[in-house]
């Protein structure tokens, strides 16, 4: 027997009727350079027909042709901007590669407006750090093997409270 099209809704269902939550938040996988991370992506995308999002369209063509040497077939990759811009629809599923990258510019270049303009303090309370800790918290982070993780800002050389 076919599921029913609305068998697709079932998630929203479970959570708001059957009060049973569904994990809908990305898994974040750590793990070092030329480790499998991008080939796990890959056979993931193949699996489930979703899309895999890079940094750069020249990172885009690499998986491409990655896949293509691995006799697996995926969507065409597409870069940050482009999934920003034009984003799907709610029926593909996402796998982002290299997001570190991405927070890394958004940083620097954050950082370097405070260097153009000459700002000279910033204040930052130790709540904001321990709601940056909270959001941290929350995220669901692994190792290649599955192995659960946890992300921590952590302050040095504080000896107040």
């Known amino acids: 027997m076919k599921p029913r099209k609305s068998f697709e809704k079932m998630p929203d269902f479970l959570t ?27 056979k993931k995308a193949s699996q489930t027909n979703g899309v895999i999002v890079c940094p750069t369209r020249k990172m885009a063509e690499n998986i491409y042709q ?65 709601s940056i800790n909270s959001v941290l918290e929350n995220l669901r982070v692994s190792d290649m093997e599955g192995r659960k993780l946890q992300l921590k800002v952590e302050v040095l050389g504080r000896n107040e409270n």
């Open 16 to 42: 708001k009727c059957m009060n049973m939550p569904i994990d809908n938040r990305p898994k974040f996988i750590l793990s070092g350079r030329r480790n499998g991370k991008t080939t796990l992506l890959v």
């Open 66 to 130: 990655t896949a293509y040497e691995m006799g697996i077939c995926i969507q065409k990759p597409i870069i940050y901007e482009d999934f920003l811009k034009h984003r799907r629809g709610t029926d593909n599923s996402y796998y982002f590669d290299e997001y570190g990258i991405a927070l890394l510019n958004d940083l620097t270049r954050k950082l370097a407006l405070f260097e153009q303009y000459k700002v000279r303090n910033i204040i930052i309370d130790k709540e904001s750090i321990d």
